[in-house]
């Protein structure tokens, strides 16, 4: 990265930071007071944490469920303060000028510009080992991976910008399809992997958040390389549901990579998982979700089946929660303000349950639909406590069974929901009822305005090649 792309990255946080944070907002958190001259002076050991520190530290600031979850039918947030958490994500299409259409975007990119300062600065880190630097790429390139996955998330078929890595008087990168983005997160995490395993016993440079090791042990690079492989699967699988391109020979590369970040099955493993640790501690932030206007959508108190021990994350409410034309008696326990324990809730990013399901449905469309339902039923009897399903008759049957066990193993944890009733053709009022009168069923985010206007007010078109 040259000089003046550090400058414009340094400018982009510092300005970030005057806007107001919502949750799910374009605000993104401090990286630290990055300097400029601390990156063209070369990194050390001590630099080199501190830049971790902040791109960690964004990566968690960026976690976006608020949104992905209206629209997919689990949650509301009502405020008669501000509508658009209702009327803009399951009704009128989200204003790309506002809060809601032009959210999870800027921050996103802001992470991945700290990545990048790592990644195009580490070599001159000459008091870390070659394995050290290695270790430091492999896992800025994974959480750059994840950042980038993100935004396909939010804007689907609307494509984004990969080539961001210029100087500040090059052109705006052009935009690519979903399909060459997924692409490249794919190759992004292959690249990450060999830096990891080039790591090899070699320990982490620099202290790593206590989220590591919540649950399960991701805070060596070799562990972290099996997380880094279940992302890799999560990616795979959703190449091969690409609508507009899909990628058969990824259904394959999908199930290898999730078998090494699974390893041989343990229930008591289904929650390990890399975990955003929140804190009441000043200077910290407390669990975002924690907000006596957020409600669970009525079809998830509804459709939970009877005996299913996560319906603890379900709390009926003595009276109804109504605003902006929606009404439940639903919360969601976790959610519950007076429940103090939830300020410093930790919230996994990507668990061995989900990488589980995930394999299911690479197994699902591979049409092996025994060792499909072997793995719905190892979520749903030891997550669940509920009896297991004998072997589904076809694909249908499986994908309503596998959308079930994601929907309350991973309820309020990100878009999990929402990209798959997207892949799987349900996002619409075939399968869903409308939440207002005016609902479009929304699929992804528009462009922002503000991206709109660097391109000289022209929505992009993405390129596929």
Not at 361 to 390: K, S
């Amino acid at each position: 990265m040259n000089r003046i792309m550090i400058k414009r990255t340094v400018a982009l946080i510092a300005g970030l930071m005057l806007f107001g944070a919502c949750k799910d907002s374009t605000g993104v958190p401090d990286l630290n007071n990055v300097s400029s001259s601390l990156l063209q002076s070369g990194l050390n050991r001590s630099s080199v944490q501190l830049l971790m520190t902040g791109l960690l530290n964004a990566d968690r600031g960026n976690l976006g469920v608020i949104f992905p979850e209206t629209m997919a039918r689990d949650i509301y947030r009502i405020d008669s303060a501000e509508p658009r958490w209702i009327s803009e994500l399951v009704g009128v299409p989200a204003d790309p000028g506002g809060f809601v259409g032009g959210g999870m975007w800027v921050g996103y990119f802001a992470e991945i510009a700290a990545a990048n300062n790592l990644i195009d600065n580490i070599k001159t880190a000459t008091d870390l080992s070659a394995q050290e630097q290695a270790a430091t790429t492999g896992l800025a390139r994974t959480i750059k991976a994840l950042a980038y996955y993100r935004v396909i998330e939010m804007r689907d078929t609307l494509g984004l910008p990969i080539d961001v890595d210029h100087g500040i008087n090059a052109p705006p990168a052009p935009f690519v399809c979903k399909s060459n983005g997924l692409a490249y997160v794919s190759a992004l995490l292959d690249s990450a992997y060999a830096d990891l395993q080039t790591a090899g016993a070699t320990a982490f440079p620099f202290v790593l958040p206590s989220g590591f090791t919540v649950s399960g042990d991701y805070s060596t690079p070799a562990a972290f390389a099996a997380w880094n492989r279940g992302l890799k699967g999560k990616v795979e699988l959703y190449r091969g549901l690409d609508h507009a391109h899909p990628n058969a020979a990824s259904f394959a590369a999908a199930i290898s990579a999730l078998n090494t970040a699974i390893g041989p099955l343990d229930p008591s493993a289904l929650n390990n998982s890399i975990y955003y640790v929140y804190s009441t501690a000043p200077g910290d932030a407390t669990a975002p979700l924690v907000d006596a206007a957020i409600h669970l959508n009525p079809a998830v108190g509804d459709s939970i089946q009877p005996g299913d021990l996560r319906a603890v994350e379900i709390t009926r409410r003595a009276t109804p929660a109504t605003g902006q034309g929606v009404t439940t008696n639903y919360d969601y326990t976790y959610a519950v303000p007076s429940i103090g324990s939830n300020l410093t809730r930790p919230i996994p990013v990507l668990t061995i349950a989900e990488l589980v399901l995930l394999r299911a449905q690479a197994e699902i469309a591979t049409n092996n639909l025994a060792a499909a339902t072997a793995d719905i039923n190892f979520v749903r009897v030891n997550q669940g406590g509920l009896a297991p399903y004998a072997t589904f008759a076809n694909a249908t049957a499986a994908i309503n069974a596998v959308l079930y066990e994601k929907r309350y193993s991973l309820l309020a944890t990100g878009a999990q929901r929402f990209v798959d009733l997207r892949a799987y053709g349900r996002l619409n009022g075939t399968y869903l009822k409308k939440e207002t009168a005016t609902d479009v069923f929304q699929t992804a985010l528009p462009i922002p305005t503000r991206e709109v206007n660097a391109r000289g007010g022209t929505v992009p078109t993405p390129v596929c090649n």
